[in-house]
């Protein structure tokens, strides 16, 4: 079971997060697994209220889910465990294969967020149709912005936001630390944002802090702007109420229009500026015409591009690690777990 359980968690941990932080860890004993959110990873500045480090939790769960299916296994998720020393994920693990269409689980390896300009070219219906249909969870809503006319109004609040960002010296610094300006340096970490995923050319990391601390918030409005006006399509992702576990069901719908998107050969890439600033994520609540309860947690644009270099991901050895917990012994002695 153990050789099954660390083939899952390596398809989970190709799944995107924010600024590639992969902020999680895994626990397994027999057939249950554990994700427990890392929050030596969050991202105080960019995401104040860890929204999108939960979201990111949900990208990898569902990729554990699509890639147990594949081989045979039904996954029984418990959102936060009362009984839990940590708050967690625990997915329990028993045979019996689910109905998937297996491009999704094939799509899992090949998924990237792809940051260069689109082509502009508009997504057929019956493509939108499948891409709006992959995100239906509990407690999510999505909304979907197709051709020019629907998607200019959002600019105004991306380049708002954009120019908020780079306008605070504390979260360009947070933004820097996370940047890996060269393939050295990417492979090392196994984590951050690589420069040449976002097809900008490799430089020594002193030179690429200091072009980093040298950018105007103006001159990133406009050129978040151009990839915005380039793109094909907009989709905005909202949470039903502001609570963790929709959080994480976001992630997992977004994943698998991520995963979906992928098979039909569209590109993806997130915009989220405007949800990570809260007041303007309130202004685009509103422009929205959402509830008070209901906020916008997520943004894409969609489109059609070439691949980019994909980034790296951590080992599975430096984020899992075998349960020793009392709860989850527990569990294997009332027999809830399998003795495979």
Known sequence: MRNIIELLI?????????????????????????VFPDYNRRLPMADQDDHALFISLGCAVENLVIAANHFGYRADIDYFPPLENNECIRIRLTEGRVDLDNRLFEAIDNRQSTRNRYKGRKIPGEDMKALQNAAHYEGV????????????????????????????????????????????????TGDGLYTASMGFPSVPSWL?????????PSGEAKRVEKLVKSSSAMMVFIAESNQKKNWINLGRAFERVALTATVLNIKHAHLNMPCEEIEVRKKLAAYLGLPDNQQPLLLIRLGYSEFMPYPFRRSIHRVTYEDKSPQTIELQESGIESTK
Do not use: C, D
């Open 141 to 188: 809503r999505t909304l979907v912005f197709s051709g020019q006319q629907e998607i200019l109004p959002l600019i105004e609040f991306i380049k708002e936001a954009s120019f908020l960002r780079f306008s605070n010296n504390s979260f360009k610094h947070e933004l820097i630390y996370w940047i890996r300006f060269n393939t050295r340096e990417a492979k090392q």
């Open 208 to 216: 690429g802090r200091l072009i980093m601390r040298l950018i105007k």
């Open 10 to 34: 390596k398809y989970a941990i190709k799944a995107p997060s924010v600024h590639n932080t992969q902020p999680w860890r895994f626990a397994y004993r027999n057939n249950v697994i554990k």
